[in-house]
């Protein structure tokens, strides 16, 4: 069964912020967040984690509701670049880094 | 440096062919992982090594035989591959067994016919 959901695809204009939900209303309280994106012909990025509070680093903000149901990934400035699937992940710590992607969101910048 | 490098970038190769797939990180990771990735769909674990031992194997057919000579290195070797297994073959690594922060190389896309 899925753990997490996402809309199938989203468009950004360009120069403007990217808001990618993600719905994970059975997480537990021991599973993180995290979230990595695969621009087209390479291999997926890490992007960003987080357990309850809100995270920030130079790539993206990640935002995590108070009951952990649900998070958004925010891209301050969306870029060409950032056009790429955006997979939502939640793991615990010992899961012996078996990653599990689901289908994700196919982001599209535009000029 | 935060560079998983994987060679060859493409391989095309024949049901009868032996041939390996290379990944190499000099980043002092201790783990190191094969993942499947078909067109159009996220990709899927295969292989986990950590500490230069196989830790994890999903299942994978025996066609497929990871090895890891040490721990900047990690190989798939393929034999007896069928059309199916045609696909982006990824390779990560993490600082150690439970890492869920991975840094991917970009990939050896293999056809086989």
């Known amino acids: 069964d899925a753990k997490t959901t996402q809309p199938p695809s989203m468009d950004c204009a360009e120069g403007r912020a990217a808001n990618l939900p993600c719905n994970h209303s059975t997480i537990s309280g021991n599973e993180y967040v995290y979230w990595y994106r695969q621009i087209h012909s390479q291999g997926p990025q890490y992007i960003i984690h987080?357990?309850?509070n809100n995270e920030t680093n130079e790539m993206a903000s990640l935002i995590i509701t108070e009951d952990r149901k649900s998070s958004t990934l925010i891209l301050p400035h969306a870029t060409l670049r950032d056009t790429a699937v955006y997979y939502c992940?939640?793991?615990?710590?010992?899961?012996?880094?078996?990653?599990?992607f689901g289908a994700g969101t196919q982001v599209v910048v535009t000029p | 440096d935060t560079e998983v490098t994987q060679t060859p970038k493409h391989l095309v190769m024949g049901m009868t062919n032996k041939k390996s797939l290379k990944c190499e990180q000099h980043m002092g990771h201790r783990a190191m992982y094969w993942y499947k990735q078909k067109a159009k769909k996220p990709p899927e674990l295969m292989f986990v090594?950590?500490?230069?031992?196989?830790?994890i194997n999903e299942s994978v057919p025996s066609r497929f035989s990871p090895e890891c000579p040490n721990s900047s290195l990690l190989n798939l070797h393929l034999h007896a591959l069928q059309p199916e297994d045609s696909a982006l073959y990824l390779c990560a690594s993490s600082q150690d067994s439970g890492g869920m922060v991975q840094y991917f190389g970009a990939g050896t896309r293999l056809s086989v016919l």
């Open positions: 987080g357990l309850k």
């Open positions: 090594y950590s500490y230069e031992k196989l830790s």
């Open positions: 992940i939640v793991m615990t710590t010992d899961s012996w880094g078996k990653l599990q």
